[in-house]
């Protein structure tokens, strides 16, 4: 398959794109550094010709500065349509470290977790960030799983784990109700390798991070800040 290949340097540089940040919230301005392009084409056997076009950019957030990278690919057998015989070619995103609009996670206030909890944390939400649902759904049930662990609660299994925190006070049955869902989220990942929606795994990391913050980082804050009180 004979195939003609093309490089070129900071075609794009310059240019202006709305990405999600590493740290800023929402998807603020980005500027491209630098840039590196590869174009394609190869001939088929049976005549046809296939294309790519692969984008390779140095990006910095306009209001953090933080620097990043970004992979945007296309190719000619990927296309959807926009109009009445109008096309227009997927192009593909890809960005490095990998994050989603919006969460910015629990940032430095992470040292405050136990380093189990803190681990299976980071990898959750990495799981999140390279959209993974069903290892996202795990990591969830893991988290949960640490967390009872760690603030030793008694059963043999979660649901009873889980209940036996409310006895300790650690949560309130209100809370307990709202991580069973969770937990049967994890089941359904783990035992049925079941996807579940952005959303709803958006809104469970929200939760889990609720209570992380009341168990383990308010505590701790407060024992820091008032400490002479």
């Known amino acids: 398959m004979p195939q003609t290949v093309s490089y070129t340097v900071n075609t794009s540089q310059g240019r202006d794109l709305n990405l999600p940040c ?29 294309e790519w076009d692969d984008n390779y950019q140095i ?6 500065k933080s620097i990043s990278f970004r992979h945007a690919s296309t190719n000619s057998e990927e296309f959807y349509q926009v109009g009445e015989d109008e096309w227009e070619h997927n192009e593909v995103e890809r960005l490095y470290p990998s994050r989603i609009a919006g969460r910015l996670g629990l940032g430095n206030d992470t040292r405050y977790l136990p380093t189990n909890v803190s681990r299976i944390y980071d990898e959750t939400l990495a799981a999140l960030a390279n959209q993974s649902p069903v290892l996202s759904g795990i990591g969830l049930r893991a988290l949960l799983e640490t967390i009872c662990k760690e603030k030793s609660a008694v059963g043999n299994d979660l649901l009873k784990k889980i209940d036996s925190l409310v006895t300790t006070s650690v949560l309130t049955p209100a809370s307990a109700a709202i991580l069973h869902k969770i937990r049967a989220l994890g089941n359904a990942a783990a035992h049925e390798v079941k996807p579940h929606s952005d959303k709803q795994l958006g809104l469970a ?11 383990y980082i308010l505590p701790k804050q407060v024992e820091t800040e008032f400490e002479n009180e």
């Not at 990006?59 to 953090?64: D, E, P, S």
């Open 22 to 50: 590493v740290k800023c919230s929402g998807k603020p301005s980005h500027k491209v550094v630098a840039s590196y392009d590869e174009k394609g084409i190869a001939k088929e056997y049976h005549g046809d010709t296939f």
């Open 59 to 64: 990006v910095q957030c306009q209001g953090c």
């Open 205 to 215: 990391m929200d939760i889990i991070e609720h209570l992380l913050k009341e168990a």
